[in-house]
């Protein structure tokens, strides 16, 4: 069994993942035009037909602005919790009754060989989730657009293979930036974004021996630099004795206009 996945797009313009086991193909978020999604598939050697299913983490437009488009053009079924959906469904333009897919909060959903499940994150939003995929063998975590990283989304990250983990803004950055206090006051919140050093503190609890690569991402392109976000989590796991670069844990870039190369857990 592997998984394969491909982070299309990661940022405040928009937000992308899209993960694959043996036959079964989802995309997690569509935040960009549905014509740049594809775009980006394309450039993984994906097309839309291929896809099985979109699943959304919540209703804000970087993550949700491509989805009713993609969903119409390919028939694709559309995943999300009840109140996701209240939030939503005006946002999407009409779907067919049978694509909209509700998925509670804790459920598991099988794709093929591909198992999803979804946990509860903080963000201000009406019910914001991460989600974890398995094939029994492996584990993929996705876990941004959260102001902490509470016990719970702990327990859910332990024993992943790799993390998709928000590492959004260096909080001097952002008190620096030109932003109005309200929305730093947010963004600086509970509900709001995981900052670098939240990032890396989280990592020291939730990086286990079986986490190998850890994807920074949802970088603030204000407030934020890729190279420092690395730098500070790095220097966070090392003063806490847990090793990165080609020793451990390898922390890896994300974009917000090209997606990542492919990554596998499992044989080749």
Not at 202 to 214: D, F, H, N, R, W
Request: proline share 2%; net charge negative; hydrophobic share 35%.
């Amino acid at each position: 069994m592997t998984i394969r996945f491909t982070i299309l797009a990661s940022g405040s313009t928009g937000n992308s993942l899209l993960v694959e086991s043996e036959e079964s193909r989802v995309l997690v978020d569509a935040g960009l035009s549905a014509k740049k999604i594809e775009q980006l598939m394309g450039e993984r050697d994906i097309s839309g037909s291929q896809l099985d299913a979109i699943l959304i983490t919540h209703e804000h437009s970087d993550h949700i602005k491509g989805v009713g488009a993609l969903a119409r053009k390919h028939d694709l079924p559309v995943y999300a919790n009840e109140k996701t959906w209240e939030a939503l469904n005006k946002h999407l333009g009409e779907l067919a009754e049978e694509k909209i897919k509700v998925m509670e909060t804790g459920s598991v959903v099988q794709f093929g060989a591909l198992q999803v499940e979804s946990y509860p994150i903080s963000h201000d939003a009406a019910e914001p989730v991460g989600y974890c995929f398995h094939d029994g063998e492996h584990k993929l975590s996705l876990a941004t657009d959260l102001g902490y990283v509470s016990s719970k989304v702990k327990e859910k990250l332990a024993d992943s293979d790799a993390i998709i983990l928000e590492s959004n803004h260096d909080v001097d950055m952002l008190r620096m930036g030109k932003y109005p206090w309200n929305i730093k006051r947010r963004i600086l919140g509970d509900t709001g974004h995981l900052s670098n050093e939240s990032a890396g503190e989280a990592l020291c609890e939730i990086a286990s021996g079986q986490t190998e690569t850890v994807y920074l991402a949802h970088l603030s392109r204000d407030h934020n630099l890729m190279d420092l976000a690395k730098l500070t989590v790095n220097n966070i796991l090392e003063d806490r004795g847990i090793e990165c670069g080609d020793r451990k844990v390898e922390l890896r870039d994300t974009y917000f206009d090209r997606p990542t190369r492919w990554d596998r857990l499992g044989p080749e």
